[in-house]
């Protein structure tokens, strides 16, 4: 279940930071409450996480959903470079991400 936890930590903070970006384009109630409630969901599922899994491994595939999940989103809902070099190493994180959670 800590993994279900801290994925789900991880896709609560990509909400988060769209709501930061929200906010950042125009301060809205939605865009301030969207970046609210995404990071408060993130941070209580990433601290329910570390009562099972070790520290280090939940904060960085926490960390690793939410810069790979941003930086897609970004990409596809923002108009952000499509570079091929930004997308080969967004498969690095998650590679990384896949290969801590089959190490754990």
């Given amino acids: 279940m800590a993994w279900v936890f801290v994925i789900c930590a991880g896709i609560f903070e990509i909400v988060g930071v ?3 970006n ?3 384009r ?8 969207t970046l609210f409630i995404g990071f ?4 209580t599922l ?3 996480s570390l009562q099972t899994l070790p520290m280090g491994v939940s904060y960085a595939v926490w960390t690793g959903i939410g810069a790979a999940g941003a930086t897609l989103v970004g990409m596809l809902l923002f ?3 499509k570079d091929w070099k930004r ?4 498969s690095f994180i998650i590679i990384a991400v896949i ?3 089959l190490t754990s």
């Fill in 79 to 81: 108009k952000e470079s």
């Fill in 26 to 33: 125009a301060k809205t109630p939605r865009s301030f409450a």
């Fill in 99 to 101: 290969g801590l959670k």
């Fill in 22 to 24: 929200g906010v950042a």
């Fill in 87 to 90: 997308i080969l190493f967004i």
């Fill in 40 to 43: 408060v969901f993130s941070f």
């Fill in 46 to 48: 990433l601290n329910l």
């Fill in 18 to 20: 769209i709501g930061m």
